[in-house]
């Protein structure tokens, strides 16, 4: 069931140094999202705040609210690996266990939940191999290691394994930056497939990408060099690329700066 996000007036530190200043940004479901700006900008801290993996970071805290569906995240009473459940995430770089099986990796969230039941296991599995459009690729070597598959099908092995979870929302740090451009068409026609049922926040370097996979697009950057991240502008993606409103904008997406 994908949710909606709001972040509400958020400010991310590391110990006492302030990453990102004051951000405000609602996040549509059934929608891609993406954010985009130079290195350093915060783009990725914000997209680690969403389902609170920056916190694996000794001394980072944040300030403000993240809400899913109307709910805080950051509560007092909610369970931070209840939110990873939630919210998935797949990162730059494939990250599978690469000794574990095809179909180990996939369910892996499932058996740490305690689901030991192998029909249900085997009917996830193939569930969402077909979600990530791999399932015709593995379907005959689903107990070879994970390990052993292209860069590009490692990475949608990953997408399998964050939606075998059933999660609200899917966010991707970069997920096509270590891949070929075949894979990169791959993953980014999957995206388009995911949206119908999940919310997906993509932060990209790329701009065609972002222009390509989302529906509205988050602009950041430094306020000054050494200063928080900041979002400068939110809109339709159509509208950020065509007509943006703040030149800063205008000037990152032309190639002028960043």
Same mark, same amino acid.
């Given at each position: 069931?994908?949710?909606? $996000? ?5 400010? $991310? ?22 954010? $985009? ?16 993996? /920056? ?16 709910? !805080? ?10 939110? #990873? ?27 740490? *939940? ?22 015709? =690729?593995?379907?005959? #070597?689903? !107990? ?8 590009? *099908?490692?990475? #949608? ?16 740090? =970069? ?11 791959? $993953? ?16 990209? /370097? ?5 222009? #390509? ?19 400068? =502008?939110?809109?339709?993606? =159509? ?20």
């Amino acid at each position: 069931m994908a949710k909606r $996000i709001d972040i509400k007036d958020l400010d $991310i530190y590391y110990g006492s140094f302030q990453a990102v200043q004051s951000v405000s940004l609602a996040v549509p479901p059934r929608n891609v999202t993406a954010l $985009i700006g130079p290195s350093g900008c915060g783009k990725s801290t914000v997209l680690r705040s969403l389902n609170r993996m /920056h916190e694996v970071t000794p001394g980072a805290r944040v300030e403000g609210s993240v809400l899913l569906d109307g709910e !805080d995240i950051y509560g007092s009473q909610v369970d931070a690996v209840g939110v #990873r459940r939630t919210i998935g995430m797949v990162f730059q770089r494939p990250n599978p266990f690469p000794t574990m099986s095809i179909k180990d990796n996939v369910v892996a969230g499932l058996k740490l *939940q305690g689901e030991r039941n192998k029909k249900q296991l085997d009917e996830v599995a193939e569930r969402s191999l077909r979600g990530a459009n791999l399932w015709n =690729e593995v379907k005959d #070597r689903l !107990d070879k290691p994970g390990g052993g598959l292209s860069g590009g *099908q490692q990475q #949608r092995l990953c997408i399998a394994r964050a939606i075998a979870v059933s999660p609200d929302v899917l966010l991707m740090d =970069e997920p096509c930056s270590a891949l070929d451009p075949i894979s990169t068409l791959a $993953i980014e026609d999957l995206i388009s497939e995911l949206k119908k049922d999940y919310t997906i926040v993509i932060v990209t /370097h790329n701009m065609q990408q972002a222009a #390509r996979v989302s529906d509205q697009t988050a602009f950041f950057n430094l306020a000054a060099t050494g200063q928080p991240g900041k979002l400068i =502008e939110v809109n339709d993606t =159509e509208k950020i690329f065509s007509n943006p409103d703040v030149k800063a904008t205008e000037d990152y997406i032309s190639g002028r700066f960043g």
